[in-house]
């Protein structure tokens, strides 16, 4: 069908935006960014705006302490089309179909409303600690969190095949807490054996929740939400998830030629 690509199909744009600045002194260093983007799909009422922001710190209060951080966050939203294998898709109706399209008229298909938006956090802060030669102690302490809200809208009276309506909502959140606490001691026993020891503790924390609810049929023209429907349905998961370990590990260099490494481990885990 000439029609498609006369009535529907259109010009694609993008175009992305990025600004960064990054200096310090001695002390504190510094690197910060933003970026923005925007996409325009060649099929109506899909695109995708995207934005995230960064921002790195490293500061050396004193010669033997090092503190970094590290930042980001981006949030993202994307409107898809309905296609593919799906009665209520551009291509099957109107590459085919023309206006009339094969189960729903074409240009009905714009009314039908799709978005996924999701939003992430990243951190991470570590801190470096050398009070004596040969010793180093570290500690790592990591954060991230996700949310995604995923609907999808069939307005009322507007698509032929689904003439009453249908709303569905997936939302979902993510975190993730991590630990990481090293110390290290290396020292030259004699000019020939050099002795690394390392022992350490890990923690791990996973949350994840999910809920999932549609809807049909609404009561009303101009409802949105699945609280309008008449027949509703739910579901919800949830799962979290902890350990913690403890590591040991000592290794000895033969004039840095052959090396003897011995370690031991014990994790807990809240499945067990």
Do not use: C, K, M
Not at 31 to 58: H, I, K, Q
Not at 68 to 80: E, H, K
Not at 228 to 254: K, P
């Amino acid at each position: 069908s000439d029609w498609f690509y006369d009535e529907i199909v259109q010009t694609g744009s993008h175009h992305s935006n990025t600004l960064s600045a990054s200096g310090g002194t001695e002390i504190i260093r510094y690197f910060a960014s933003g970026t923005y983007r925007g996409e325009t799909g060649v099929l109506p009422e899909s695109g995708e705006r995207y934005g995230s922001a960064r921002l790195n710190l490293d500061v050396t209060p004193r010669q033997d302490l090092t503190i970094r951080l590290n930042s980001g966050f981006s949030a993202r939203r994307v409107q898809v089309v309905p296609d593919a294998n799906n009665t209520r898709g551009y291509s099957i109706n109107g590459l085919v179909g023309g206006p009339n399209g094969q189960f729903i008229p074409t240009e009905s298909t714009q009314l039908i409303q799709s978005f996924q938006n999701s939003n992430r956090f990243t951190g991470g802060l570590t801190g470096e600690y050398r009070p004596l030669e040969g010793f180093t102690s570290r500690l790592t302490f990591g954060f991230e969190a996700v949310t995604s809200d995923q609907h999808q809208l069939f307005p009322y009276g507007a698509i032929a095949n689904l003439i009453n309506g249908y709303r569905s909502n997936y939302r979902s959140a993510a975190t993730n807490v991590n630990i990481d606490f090293v110390n290290t001691y290396r020292t030259q026993l004699t000019p020939w054996l050099r002795s690394t020891t390392t022992v350490g503790f890990q923690h791990f924390t996973n949350i994840f929740g999910a809920s999932d609810a549609w809807g049909n049929d609404f009561v009303f023209h101009g409802l949105e939400t699945i609280g309008g429907t008449v027949t509703r349905s739910a579901s919800e998961s949830r799962l979290e998830q902890r350990s913690n370990g403890l590591f040991g590990e000592q290794q000895l260099a033969f004039a840095e030629r052959f090396y003897i490494t011995g370690g031991l481990r014990g994790d807990a885990h809240s499945t067990f």
